[in-house]
């Protein structure tokens, strides 16, 4: 196995095949979803023209399509908007809540540690389920503006849990605060048959503006040169959770499993996504030059060359891995090349900005207190991540998010 690098970063490389789990193996591949979302924006794409012949003045911004969010213009301002889905990660939030017996621990509730609490998680699962959006949302240069819910539980037993669904209302809220934005409405459908019975699948829509119209970031100016700064995740965020769910099935202990740090693995899972839109405005505010944005979710760092150009993506230096993946990546064996291209490792966000303002971009970060590193740069090249400090290269062939 591959030695971590010294200072605590990077990632082993992981032994040879043998017990190895990979994010196919766990039910979840790309290669198999990703034609789907080229197909559906071949036949979106048509559609755009609808909006003039409905003569209301908005018209689409063509190259906003294959981006994070999709956008429109209408006069003096762009609208930019976004559907995400959280995903499983409520099934881990359901797993810790109901103790040893869904953890996979045998003996009493006290052998599992803080998940036989009793607590719901459930605050933390609302704000994972915002940021799905609301960090895609930023990615154009959009502030946002208000937050739909979308909550389709597999039973009406759900909704017997009140405090449950206090703690998702109270999270939801909460988390609509901290951005500053309306809480407009949603829906809360019951789909028996659906979604299993017990469970609840979350979502969340946003609508966001740019104002003024040259805030847009769609990676126009991108260009070799550009610096690449990295901000920090907060562990798996609301992605790779297929995998972790998979892996707890193969720990003696479950989600009750204690990490070499002390913490549990369901409780370290259960930290909530970084929140990146305070991140961005304050970039805004500061006049830095954003040349592109990436919300580094599914795929891992392979979103870092989300944008369609021919370039090339070198990173230098890696930020910290937190424990949660790093432990996930020793169990399941999986090499660096696996990891980083699945998982965010340590990245949840990415800025490009201009030469001189790497900086004063890590500056603007940390006064949200979120800690951020000016990673790499921006070349001419082949587009493709290299990260020099593991001896990984991410072909572009190997991102196929667009048309």
Known sequence: MAEENPNGRGTPGGPPAGDRLTYEDSGVDYDRIDPLKVLAQQAARATGANLERAGTGAREVAASRGESAY?????????????????????????????????????????????????????????????????????????????????????????????????????????????????????????????????????ASCVGIIRPKSRLTLGEDLAAGDAIVLLESSGIHANGLTLARKLAERLPEGYATVMPGGRTYGEALLDPTVLYPPVTEAAFEAGIGLRYVANITGHGWRKIMRHPGRLTYRITELPPVPEVLRFMVDETRQTAEEAYGSLNMGAGFALFVRPEDGDAAVACAEAQGIRAWVAGVVEDGPRQVVIEPLGVTLSGESLALRD
């Not at 976004?82 to 939030?93: D, M, N, P, Q, S």
């Not at 909704?159 to 703690?167: P, S, W, Y």
């Open 71 to 203: 956008v429109l213009d209408i006069g003096d301002a762009y609208l930019a908007s976004i559907t995400e889905c959280l995903g499983t990660k409520a099934l881990v939030a359901d797993a810790m809540r109901k103790g040893p017996a869904v953890s996979g621990v045998s003996g009493p509730p006290e052998a599992s540690g803080r998940e036989a609490s009793g607590r719901t998680w459930y605050d933390h699962i609302a704000q994972d389920t915002i940021a799905t959006a609301v960090n895609d949302l930023v990615t154009v240069g959009a502030k946002p503006l208000s937050i739909h819910a979308y909550w389709a539980a597999g039973s009406s037993d759900w909704f017997d849990d009140t405090e449950r669904m206090n703690d998702l209302v109270e999270g939801w809220r909460a988390a609509c605060d901290v951005l500053g934005v309306a809480w407009g409405g949603g829906e809360t459908p019951c789909l028996t048959g659906v979604v299993e019975e017990g469970a609840i699948d979350l979502a």
